[in-house]
T-cell receptor, first 111, second 113 residues
Framework: EAAVTQSPRNKVTVTGGNVTLSCRQT?????MYWYRQDTGHGLRLIHY???????QIGDVPDGYKATRTTQEDFFLLLELASPSQTSLYFC??????????FGPGTRLTVL | GEKVEQHESTLSVREGDSAVINCTYT??????FPWYKQEAGKSLHFVID?????DRKQSQRLTVLLDKKAKRFSLHITATQPEDSAIYFC????????????FGQGTKLSIKP
């Protein structure tokens, strides 16, 4: 069973649209992360969380909100999507200062 | 803030030869250096890591070397096989950032028959 799942796997929206990306982990990890992957930039951290109700700002947070509702669930919200947010988004979980386990990714296109 | 640079964006080696991927980092407080592999069209998975209390770590055909003075670390793959073809990402983290990783840009490794 996949330990980190993401939904949807693909999403197309229009500029100004509202998008929620979902992530669930069954690793019993405290830490969860949202990254975006763009050619030439590697992975860049958007937001991360130490546990339910906790939120930490990453390196590229502008235009994104996140919410950690339970230990298992971490959501990324784009309230006014822009074409610059077209990207491949990965969620990951970890026990902290250790190996991160990645989800399958969500490809988001903003027209 | 911390920056991690991967020097080779692409690397091509013949099957059976060795491959070396190099990374540098800027913050002397960094103490944890993992490597991740991303096969075509797939997600990332962890391959090996090294912590700053050692300068070498080996796992089967993979070896990571860490030079703290030069702020440089490298991934060495010996006896390369077709399944080693992938994008490899290096990353760095500081203890107090509780697992927050700064990734390099990635190196696409191609293994030629």
């Amino acid at each position: 069973e996949a330990a980190v799942t993401q939904s949807p796997r693909n999403k197309v929206t229009v500029t100004g649209g509202n998008v929620t990306l979902s992530c669930r982990q069954t690793n019993s990890h405290n830490y969860m992360y949202w990254y975006r992957q763009d050619t030439g930039h590697g992975l860049r951290l958007i937001h991360y969380s130490y546990g339910a109700g906790n939120l930490q700002i990453g390196d590229v947070p502008d235009g994104y909100k996140a919410t950690r509702t339970t230990q298992e669930d971490f959501f990324l919200l784009l309230e006014l999507a822009s074409p610059s947010q077209t990207s491949l988004y990965f969620c990951a979980s970890s026990a902290g200062y250790a190996e991160q386990f990645f989800g399958p990714g969500t490809r988001l296109t903003v027209l | 803030g911390e920056k991690v640079e991967q020097h080779e964006s692409t690397l091509s080696v013949r099957e059976g030869d060795s491959a070396v991927i190099n990374c540098t980092y800027t913050d002397t407080a960094s103490s944890y250096f993992p490597w991740y592999k991303q096969e075509a069209g797939k997600s990332l998975h962890f391959v090996i890591d090294i912590r700053s209390n050692v300068d070498r770590k080996q796992s089967q055909r993979l070896t990571v070397l860490l030079d703290k003075k030069a702020k440089r670390f490298s991934l060495h793959i010996t006896a390369t096989q077709p399944e080693d073809s992938a994008i490899y990402f290096c990353a760095a983290s500081m203890n107090y950032n509780q697992g927050k990783l700064i990734f390099g840009q990635g190196t696409k490794l191609s293994i030629k028959p």
